[in-house]
C-alpha cells in the first residue's frame, strides 16, 4: 500500500512558479507589487509633467499666509489677519463642534424614535414609522436646504420683536415673542440663545495662542471628581449589598454629591444666563437693528445641525429597533415570570443585551454624520470643507495640497471616532471565556 | 321539606361580551389607551397629527396646476380661498417637470433617455430571473408597455415611437423564446445607453465594447495553458493595447466608411435632473459591484500584499466624505493624468463614485462572505475546485444572496447622494436644476415646491426599492429560523 507523504521534494523547476500553489502566491504577489509600483510611478510621473506644465511646484508654506477672509462662527480666536493654518483650525473645530452636537442629537432622537415604534401604542408606532421611512429615503442634502430655506423665509425678521411708541401707548405687545420662557429669540438673520457669563471668571492662559478657560476646566473638574465620589459610593453600596443582602439607601447622596459642589463653584464664580434682547431706551421702547448680548447662532450652523441629527436619528432609530427585536421574546418573558415591571425588564434585561446588536451600526452612523457634515457646504457653514477646502483652496490656488490634507484630516478623524467607539464596544460585548 | 329546590334542565345561552370587551372599544383600550402613560402618547400623537394636517392641509388643497407665474398663482389662490390664504404653486412643476426630469435635452430627443430607461429592466431581467421564461417576458412586456405610454406621454413623434416598440417588441419575444440570450442585452447594455444618451457615431461604443471581446476571446484562448489570473492579466494588457493605440484608427476608419448610423450628440452639460442622478447612480453601482467583489476577496486573501492593498483602499475610501471624492474629480484627477488629457465631468465623477461606492459594497460582500460557514469552502476545496471555479459556483452564489439588502440599501444611499453633484456644479434635480428653474423670474418666489417633487420623487423610489430588498430577502431566506 502506498503512503502518500509529504509533496514530492524534487529540483525546483521554473515552471513551479505556476502550476504549484506553494509558489503561485509568491509569484502572483510580485506581479502585482510590480504593476502596484509601475501605477504609482505613472501617477507620480504624469503629476510632475502636470506640474511643471503649470509652473507650480508642492508646498504648504501658504498655510502660514494671511487668510484674508472672515469666518462668521469661530471657537478659536480669529480674524482676517490669521493665517491660512489658523482658518484650518477654526474650520475643523466647526466641523468637530456640529458633528459632536449632532451625534448626541441623533442618539437622542433615534433612540426615541427607535423605542417608541415598537410601543403597543398603534398612533405613535405609526407616527415613529413614517418619521423613519419619509426622513430616511430623501437625500439628506434636501433636508440641510429645507431647513435652511425654513429659517431664512418663515421666521420672522428681528424688528418684529421690538417695542415701539405706539406699542406702549396703545399698551400692545410686539408681534412676535420669543419663545422657551422669554429667551431664545429665532429671527431670520440667526438664532439668538442664552449666554453662559460669569461675574467673577477665574481668567484663562494662552496655550499655542488659544486661550484656555481656567473656569471652564475647573468647572469640568469639579463635575468629573463629583461622579468619581458617586461611582465610589455605588461602589460601596454594591459591597454591602453583596455582603448582607440589603442595599444601603444612596440616591439622597448620589444627589447630594452630584448638585451641590458644582452648584457651589457657580454660584462662587458668579453664574448667570445673559438673555438676548433689545436695548431699551425710555419708558420700555426698543432700540438698536437686532438682539444685542446672548450667542447668536448662524443658521446655517442651525439648519445642519438640526437636518444632520434627524436624517442620521432614522438610521439610529432603525439600529435600536433591530437591536431590540434581537433579543428573543424568552428574555422578556422570563423577566415578567420573575415579577419584573416593563421598565425595568427594559432597562435591565433588554437593553443591556440589544446594546451589542445596537453598538456597531451606531458606530458607522457617527462616521456618516462626521463624514456627511461636509455638506454644509450647500449652505455656505464654513466648516474644514469650507474653509480649508474651500475658500483657502480657491485663494491660494493650491488645490492638490489642499485636497490632500484635508482627505488625510478626514482620515485621521475617522480612524479616530471608529477606534474609540471599538474601544467602547469591546466593553459593552458579551465576555466570552 | 319543601321542594324548593331548582335544577337548570337547559343551558342558558351565551352572554353577549361586556362592552368593554369587543370591537373599537377594545382595541382602543387595547392599543391606545392600555395605561395612563399611552394614553398621554396618544393625545400627544393625536395633537401632533392634527396640528401637522391643519397647518398643511390648506396649502396642498389650495393648489393650483395651471398658471404662468408665482404671482398668477396668488391671485388665482387669493380669488378662491380668499384674501390671505396661502397655497402651492404647482403649476411650475407642471411648466418645468421636463428639466427636473431631463435636464437640458431636446424635447424631440427625449425618447433616448426614456429607452435607455428600459432597456436598464430588460437588461436587468437576466441578471434576476435567469433563463425563467415567464417573469423576464413579464418584466420585458411591462418596461415595454410602460415605456410606449410614457413617449406618448411626452409626445414623441410617430417614427421614434414605433422604432422604440418594434425594439421593445423584438426583446419581449427574445425574452419569451430564448431567454438565455438575453444576458447578451446585458452584456451589450452600457455601449448601447452610451451611444442613446451622448449619442454621435455608433462606431465609438461598439469599439470599447470590441476591446471587452478581445480580452474575453485572449483570455478564452490562454486560459487552459497558464490559468486563470495570468491569462487575465494578458487579456487585459491586449484590450488596453486595443482601447489606447489602435481603437481610435478602426472606429475613424468605419465611421467614414459606414458614417450611417449616428444620432446627434449630446453635450455634457445638457445632462441633468433626474437623468442625470439615474446615469450616475446605474453606471457607479454597477461599476461597483465587481470591483467590490475583488476587492472583498482581496480582503479575504492569504497573500499579503493583496490583503494590504485592498484594506488600504477600503479603509481609506471610508474614511473621507463623498464631496472630497467628488472634488478630487473636479480638481485633482487633472494632475495625475497625462497631460492634455481632459475627459468629460461627468465621466470623472461616475469613475471617482464607482471607487467610493465599491468600498462600501466591498464591505457588504465580506459580510455576505463571513457569514458562510467555513465547510462551504473546505467543501469545495474537496471536491478539487480550484479557487476561481469555488468562488464562482460554491462561495459567491450563497454569499452574495446574503449580502443582497446591502446591495440594495448602498444602492439606496449612492442614488440619494448624486444630489452631492451638484456641488461641483453639475446639475442634479436639487440644487443644480432649480437654480435654473427659479432664474426665471415668473418662478422665482416659488421656495417649497421644488423641495416637495424632489423629494416625492427621490422617496417613490428609495421606498419601493427598500420595500423590494426586504421582500426578496424574505423569498431568498432558506434557513429556518
Known amino acids: 500500500m502506498a503512503m502518500v507523504s509529504d509533496a514530492p521534494k524534487g529540483n525546483f523547476r521554473l515552471s513551479m512558479l505556476i502550476y504549484d500553489t506553494r509558489y503561485r502566491s509568491i509569484t502572483i504577489q510580485v506581479i502585482v507589487l510590480g504593476l502596484f509600483i509601475a501605477f504609482v510611478a505613472w501617477l507620480l510621473m504624469n503629476l510632475q509633467a502636470n506640474l511643471a506644465a503649470k509652473d507650480k511646484d508642492i508646498s504648504y508654506n501658504f498655510l502660514f499666509n494671511r487668510a484674508g477672509y472672515d469666518i462668521d462662527q469661530q471657537l478659536i480666536p480669529y ?47 405609526r407616527l415613529m414609522t413614517v418619521y423613519v421611512e419619509v426622513f430616511r429615503n430623501v437625500p439628506l442634502l434636501l433636508w440641510i436646504l429645507l431647513a435652511f430655506s425654513i429659517f431664512a423665509q418663515v421666521m420672522p425678521e428681528p424688528k418684529d420683536f421690538k417695542v415701539t411708541q405706539e406699542m406702549v401707548d396703545q399698551g400692545l405687545e410686539p408681534p412676535v415673542q420669543k419663545i422657551f420662557f422669554d429667551s431664545i429669540a429665532i429671527t431670520n438673520r440667526g438664532t439668538n440663545v442664552p449666554a453662559p457669563v460669569l461675574d467673577r471668571p477665574l481668567g484663562s492662559f494662552l496655550v499655542l495662542d488659544v486661550p484656555i478657560n481656567l473656569s471652564v476646566l475647573a468647572a469640568i473638574a469639579v463635575i468629573l471628581g463629583s461622579f468619581w465620589v458617586n461611582s465610589r459610593i455605588r461602589a460601596s453600596a454594591k459591597a454591602i449589598q453583596e455582603d448582607t443582602g440589603f442595599r444601603p439607601v444612596t440616591w439622597w447622596k448620589s444627589l447630594l454629591v452630584l448638585i451641590v459642589p458644582i452648584t457651589a463653584l457657580l454660584l462662587a464664580l458668579g453664574f448667570h444666563w445673559e438673555i438676548p434682547a433689545f436695548a431699551v431706551g425710555e419708558n420700555g421702547v426698543s432700540k438698536g437693528f437686532n438682539f444685542v448680548g446672548g450667542i447668536s447662532l448662524a443658521h446655517s450652523f442651525t439648519a445642519l445641525f438640526l437636518a444632520l441629527s434627524i436624517y442620521h436619528g432614522t438610521y439610529i432609530a432603525e439600529a435600536v429597533r433591530a437591536g431590540i427585536l434581537a433579543i428573543s421574546r424568552g428574555q422578556t418573558e422570563a423577566a415578567y415570570a420573575l415579577g419584573m415591571r416593563p421598565n425595568r425588564t427594559m432597562n435591565l434585561i433588554i437593553l443591556p443585551q440589544a446594546l451589542r446588536v445596537i453598538v456597531p451600526p451606531l458606530i458607522s452612523q457617527y462616521l456618516n454624520i462626521t463624514k456627511n457634515s461636509t455638506l454644509g457646504m450647500a449652505i455656505s457653514y464654513l466648516d474644514l470643507k469650507g474653509t480649508l477646502g474651500g475658500i483657502t483652496l480657491n485663494q491660494t490656488g493650491r488645490e492638490l495640497e489642499c485636497m490632500l490634507l484635508m482627505m488625510l484630516i478626514y482620515l485621521f478623524l475617522s480612524l479616530t471616532i471608529s477606534v474609540g467607539m471599538n474601544i467602547f464596544n469591546n466593553s459593552v460585548k458579551l465576555k466570552e471565556r | 321539606m319543601s321542594n324548593s329546590h331548582f335544577v337548570r334542565t337547559q343551558m342558558l345561552p351565551a352572554q353577549k361580551p361586556p362592552v368593554g370587551e369587543t370591537g373599537v372599544i377594545k382595541w382602543m383600550r387595547e392599543n391606545l389607551f392600555s395605561s395612563w402613560f399611552n394614553a398621554i402618547l396618544t393625545f400627544i400623537g393625536m395633537w401632533a397629527v392634527y396640528s401637522l394636517v391643519s397647518s398643511s392641509a390648506p396649502w396642498f388643497l389650495n393648489g393650483v396646476w395651471t398658471a404662468s407665474s408665482v404671482d398668477e398663482c396668488r391671485a388665482i389662490i387669493a380669488a378662491s380661498a380668499g384674501e390671505g390664504a396661502s397655497g402651492a404653486c404647482w403649476a411650475m412643476i407642471n411648466e418645468r417637470w421636463h428639466q427636473f426630469m431631463f435636464g437640458f435635452f431636446d424635447r424631440e430627443e427625449y425618447w433616448r433617455p426614456l429607452l435607455a430607461f428600459a432597456l436598464l429592466f430588460v437588461a436587468l431581467s437576466p441578471v434576476l430571473y435567469f433563463n425563467l421564461r415567464r417573469p423576464t417576458m413579464i418584466m420585458v412586456g411591462g418596461a415595454g408597455a410602460v415605456l410606449v405610454l410614457l413617449l406618448w406621454a411626452v409626445g414623441t413623434d410617430g417614427w421614434h415611437l414605433s422604432l422604440a416598440a418594434a425594439v421593445m417588441a423584438a426583446l419581449a419575444a427574445l425574452a419569451w423564446f430564448a431567454p438565455k440570450h438575453l444576458l447578451w442585452v446585458t452584456l451589450a447594455f452600457p455601449a448601447t445607453a452610451f ?53 481610435s484608427f478602426v472606429t475613424e476608419a468605419m465611421s467614414q466608411a459606414l458614417p450611417y448610423f449616428s444620432l446627434p450628440a449630446e453635450d455634457s452639460d445638457r445632462f441633468g435632473g433626474f437623468l442625470l442622478s439615474f446615469v450616475i447612480g446605474v453606471s457607479a453601482i454597477s461599476a461597483s459591484l465587481p470591483i467590490g467583489i475583488l476587492l472583498a476577496l482581496g480582503r479575504r486573501s492569504d497573500m499579503f500584499l493583496i490583503k494590504t492593498l485592498s484594506v488600504g483602499f477600503i479603509e481609506f475610501v471610508r474614511g473621507v466624505p463623498l464631496i472630497t471624492m ?73 454569499a452574495l444572496k446574503v449580502a443582497i439588502p446591502g446591495i440594495v440599501s448602498s444602492f439606496i444611499g449612492l442614488f440619494k447622494d448624486t444630489t452631492l453633484v451638484a456641488l461641483v456644479g453639475l446639475a442634479d434635480p436639487l440644487q443644480g436644476i432649480t437654480k435654473v428653474v427659479k432664474a426665471d423670474i415668473a418662478w422665482k418666489a416659488a421656495y417649497w415646491e421644488p423641495f416637495i417633487f424632489v423629494g416625492a420623487i427621490f422617496f417613490i423610489f428609495c421606498f419601493s426599492m427598500s420595500r423590494y430588498s426586504m421582500y426578496l430577502e424574505q423569498k431568498l431566506k432558506t434557513d429556518h429560523h
Open chain 1, 79 to 125: 480674524t482676517n489677519d490669521s493665517t491660512h493654518g489658523r482658518a484650518l483650525f477654526v474650520g475643523l473645530f466647526n466641523t468637530l463642534a456640529v458633528s459632536i452636537a449632532a451625534c448626541f442629537a441623533a442618539t437622542l432622537i433615534g433612540v426615541t424614535a427607535g423605542v417608541l415604534r415598537l410601543s403597543k401604542n398603534w398612533i405613535v408606532g
Open chain 2, 326 to 398: 467628488l472634488f478630487t474629480a473636479s480638481l485633482l484627477l487633472q494632475y495625475f493624468l497625462p497631460p492634455q488629457t481632459n475627459f468629460d465631468l461627468i465621466l470623472r465623477v461616475i469613475i471617482l463614485v464607482s471607487l467610493f461606492a465599491s468600498a462600501y459594497i466591498a464591505e457588504v460582500i465580506r459580510g455576505g462572505l463571513a457569514a458562510l460557514p467555513r465547510g462551504q469552502q473546505e467543501a469545495a476545496d474537496s471536491l478539487g475546485l480550484d479557487y476561481w471555479q469555488a468562488q464562482r459556483l460554491i462561495i459567491m452564489p450563497q
Open chain 2, 195 to 247: 451611444f442613446l444618451l451622448w449619442g454621435g457615431s455608433v462606431w465609438a461604443p461598439i469599439g470599447v465594447m470590441a476591446g471587452f471581446g478581445i480580452a474575453v476571446l485572449v483570455w478564452r484562448a490562454l486560459n487552459g495553458f497558464i490559468g486563470v489570473a495570468p491569462a487575465a492579466l494578458i487579456a487585459a494588457l491586449v484590450a488596453f493595447i486595443w482601447w489606447g493605440l489602435v481603437q
